[in-house]
């Protein structure tokens, strides 16, 4: 919940974008389906017993693994939780590129999907 509240309040995601997840129960809790159906978001689970409904989520776990966690050597949890937000927000956001984004990292990707909108809002009579 905590996770899912900080990326609403942070991305502001528009109504109608897509959540995907697996079929734990945390994601399929009435607490967790009320916030996302309240954010206007559409809600996507994996299909039961089907590993590739996941295939990008599990991409980048296998990235953050190899090229984070498994790269570190964190004395405590307090840096666990400082340095894997830095690494998703600084290296995974920012920096690596995304083939399926046409080689951009997301965050210059969303930039250029907000000004492609405006565009069309500006366009459109």
């Known amino acids: 919940m905590a996770a899912l509240q900080a990326a609403l309040a942070d991305r502001r995601p528009p109504p109608g974008c897509l959540h995907h997840s697996d079929r734990g129960g945390p994601y399929a809790c009435d607490q967790y389906v009320q916030l996302l159906t309240n954010a206007g978001l559409r809600i996507s689970m994996s299909r039961r017993g089907n590993p590739y409904d996941n295939a990008q989520a599990e991409s980048f776990f296998k990235t953050l693994k190899h090229e984070e966690v498994n790269l570190s050597e964190y004395r405590n949890f307090e840096e666990v939780a400082a340095s ?18 046409g080689y951009l990292p997301p965050a210059e990707f969303e930039h250029n999907l907000k000004i492609a909108r405006q565009r069309v809002l500006i366009a459109t009579p």
């Open 84 to 101: 894997i937000p830095a690494f998703i927000e600084q290296v995974y956001n920012r920096e690596r590129l995304h083939s399926a984004l």
